[in-house]
């Protein structure tokens, strides 16, 4: 079997890619801040600071359950439209993930 097959090989080229572009956003988040272009500038450091976390978590966000992933998204959407519904939504999202982690455990045993 060859190293592209391999997932832990093709995990660790996904991580590193994406530490790569997440040092990317941030470095023209910096030269957009002294060129004053302060829009851009934020933008870019607001996304560049969450493909950090991304990053920093990927190994966990790998094994997410697929509903879970489109849970989280529907989520967003209803966050997106209607703020305040973040009361509801947040305890759904956090209560369902934590009952398919829990479900995953037990299948793997």
């Not at 997440?22 to 988040?29: E, K, P």
């Not at 950090?52 to 989520?75: E, F, K, M, N």
């Amino acid at each position: 079997m060859g190293a592209a097959a391999d997932p832990g090989f093709i995990v660790g080229r996904m991580r590193w890619l994406l530490g790569l572009t997440t040092i990317g956003l941030l470095a023209g988040a910096g030269l957009a801040w002294s060129a004053e272009d302060s829009g851009l500038a934020g933008i870019l450091a607001r996304v560049g600071v969450v493909l950090a976390a991304i990053w920093l978590a990927y190994p966990a966000v790998v094994d997410i359950d697929r509903r879970t992933i489109w849970l989280l998204a529907l989520g967003v959407m209803v966050l997106i439209l209607r703020p305040r519904a973040a009361v509801v939504v947040l305890p759904v999202i956090a209560l369902f993930a934590r009952t398919s982690k829990d479900r995953r455990r037990r299948a793997d045993r």
